[in-house]
């Protein structure tokens, strides 16, 4: 079992930054591949980055590369996700998941464990 909370999310102008963390318990972090993911209203919930066991791997969607960044710091039983230069289709409740195993997975049907989500909204 994997538990997972969120923090981090906010109101933010279009052009701002925003770092969500995500702190894990239960299972040892370094043996989970970790993913960012986002549901907006109306919308079905969106893959936005992964990173795999060590963080030397990381994937994104085309919409967000440049712009977000996933880390993790395993020392501390966290992954973060660092979004710059924000626009107004990025508001979103942001979820991060955990899956073990040591790559990363891209559809959140490979994650069994989910945090409770964090609000982020860019206005215009």
């Known amino acids: 079992q994997v538990q997972l909370v969120e923090s981090g999310g906010g109101l933010v102008q279009a052009g701002g930054s925003l770092r969500l963390s995500c702190a894990a318990s239960?299972?040892?972090?370094?043996?989970?591949?970790m993913g960012w993911f986002r549901q907006a209203p109306g919308k079905e919930r969106e893959f936005v980055a992964a990173i795999n066991w060590s963080g030397g791997s990381t994937y994104y969607r085309d919409s967000v590369k440049g712009r977000f960044t996933i880390s993790r710091d395993n020392a501390k039983n966290t992954v973060y996700l660092q979004m710059n230069s924000l626009k107004p289709e990025d508001t979103a409740v942001y979820y991060c998941a955990a899956a073990e195993g040591r790559f990363y997975y891209i559809s959140g049907y490979e994650y069994p464990y989910w945090g409770q989500g964090t609000q982020v909204t860019v206005s215009s």
């Open positions: 239960g299972r040892t972090f370094s043996s989970v591949a």
